[in-house]
């Protein structure tokens, strides 16, 4: 049974930092791309950030120089490290696993990220 289970959301200041887990199994993680989305309420989900499996990591521009994607292999985990936060960050993250290989795509259940003073 393949599982994605993120963590670390919560409510933060203005400016302030969060990390987010994404825990993966079920899956050979060595082989998937991760991502994350985020959604916030009334608009569509847009992709956040992605780690492909050289370690090779993009950013959508509202994530540049203020988000990091990581991942640990030998915990089957991916995070994104978010600093600077603004209230327009305030969404749901979900945490997302592509196959190389195969069509196969796994979602997470997601974490609220709430930007407030």
């Known amino acids: 049974q393949v599982q994605l289970v993120e963590s670390g959301g919560g409510l933060v200041q203005p400016g302030g930092s969060l990390t987010l887990s994404c825990a993966a199994s079920?899956?050979?993680?060595?082989?998937?791309?991760m991502t994350w989305y985020r959604q916030a309420p009334g608009k569509q989900r847009d992709r956040v950030a992605l780690?492909?499996?050289?370690?090779?990591?993009h950013y959508a521009d509202a994530a540049k120089g203020r988000f990091t994607i990581s991942r640990d292999m030998t915990k089957n985990t991916v995070y994104l490290h978010l600093n600077s936060l603004k209230p327009e960050d305030t969404a749901v993250y979900y945490c997302?696993?592509?196959?190389?290989?195969?069509?196969?795509?796994?979602w997470g259940q997601g974490t609220q990220v709430t930007v407030s003073a």
């Open positions: 079920g899956i050979d993680f060595s082989n998937y791309t």
């Open positions: 780690i492909n499996i050289q370690g090779d990591s």
């Open positions: 997302n696993a592509d196959a190389v290989l195969t069509s196969h795509r796994y």
